[in-house]
C-alpha cells in the first residue's frame, strides 16, 4: 500500500511539475508578445515623430551654420574697433530670433565685438577641439537660461584662423530652437545626443534643477543602443 501511494504522488509532483512548466512558458509566450505590441506600437508613434524632429533640427543647425560661415567670410579680424563687423553683427542678430548673442573673438578668445554681455568661460573653452562647431550647452549666469553655442573660424587669406564668430541659441521658452520643431508634448522626452554621448539639448530639461547645469552624458549602453537603431 505504501509503496502504490509512493508512486501516485510521484506521478502527481511529475504532473504539477508539467503544469507549473506549461504554465510558466505561457505567461513568457504571453509577456514576449505583450512587449513585442508595445515596442510596435512605440516604433509606429515615435518613428515619424523622430524622422521629423531630426529634419526640423537639423534644417535649423545647418542653416545657422552656413549664416555664421558666411558671416565668417566678409569679417576681418583686427585689434582695432570696427564698425562694420558690429552693424553686422546686430543685423544678423535681428533677423534670428533664436540667437541669445553674437560675438565675434580673436584666435585667444577675446572679444573684438559682440551684440551683448554674456557671463561665462571662455567662449573657446565650451568647445572640445578647434574642429567643433556645436559647443557645450551652459548657463550664463545662476539663474538664467540654457544657452548652446556655435561658431565658425574666421581665415585669412593664406587659410590661418585669426578668430572666430560665435552665436549663442536659447534651448527653450519662446524664441528657442525647440519652438522651431514644435516640440511640447509633456509625456514625451526628446534629446539630441552626440557621438560621444553628451546630451546637447532636452526638451524638457534635466529632471532636477542642479542637473541642468551639468553638461550630461548618457550611459554608453544606452549609445550602443542607438547607433544599432
Known amino acids: 500500500m505504501t509503496e502504490v501511494n509512493t508512486k501516485t504522488a510521484r506521478w502527481f509532483k511529475l504532473i504539477y511539475g508539467l503544469l507549473s512548466l506549461l504554465m510558466l512558458l505561457a505567461l513568457l509566450a504571453f509577456s514576449y508578445a505583450t512587449w513585442s505590441n508595445v515596442k510596435q506600437q512605440a516604433n509606429l508613434s515615435l518613428t515619424p515623430h523622430n524622422q521629423s524632429l531630426t529634419s526640423v533640427v537639423k534644417r535649423f543647425f545647418v542653416h ?72 557645450r550647452p551652459f548657463r550664463p549666469t545662476f539663474v538664467g537660461e ?13 587659410g590661418v584662423t585669426t578668430g572666430y564668430v560665435v552665436a549663442a541659441y536659447r534651448l527653450l521658452g519662446n524664441n528657442a530652437i525647440w519652438q522651431e520643431a514644435e516640440e511640447a508634448e509633456s509625456k514625451r522626452r526628446s534629446m539630441i545626443i552626440g557621438e560621444d554621448g553628451r546630451v546637447y539639448i532636452s526638451y524638457p530639461e534635466s529632471d532636477t534643477f542642479w542637473q541642468s547645469f551639468v553638461s550630461m552624458k548618457v550611459e554608453e549602453g544606452f549609445l550602443q543602443t542607438l547607433a544599432e537603431l
Open 64 to 135: 545657422q551654420e552656413t549664416l555664421l560661415g558666411e558671416l565668417a567670410q566678409s569679417i576681418i579680424v583686427t585689434d582695432n574697433p570696427d564698425n562694420i563687423i558690429q552693424i553686422r553683427l546686430n543685423d544678423v542678430l535681428r533677423a534670428t530670433p533664436q540667437m541669445r548673442v553674437l560675438a565675434v573673438v580673436n584666435s585667444k578668445g577675446a572679444i573684438i565685438a559682440t551684440t551683448g554681455n554674456i557671463h561665462t568661460l571662455e567662449w573657446l573653452d565650451l568647445f572640445d577641439n578647434d574642429q567643433v562647431t556645436i559647443g
Open 146 to 158: 540654457n544657452i548652446l553655442p556655435m561658431r565658425k573660424p574666421i581665415k585669412n587669406s593664406s
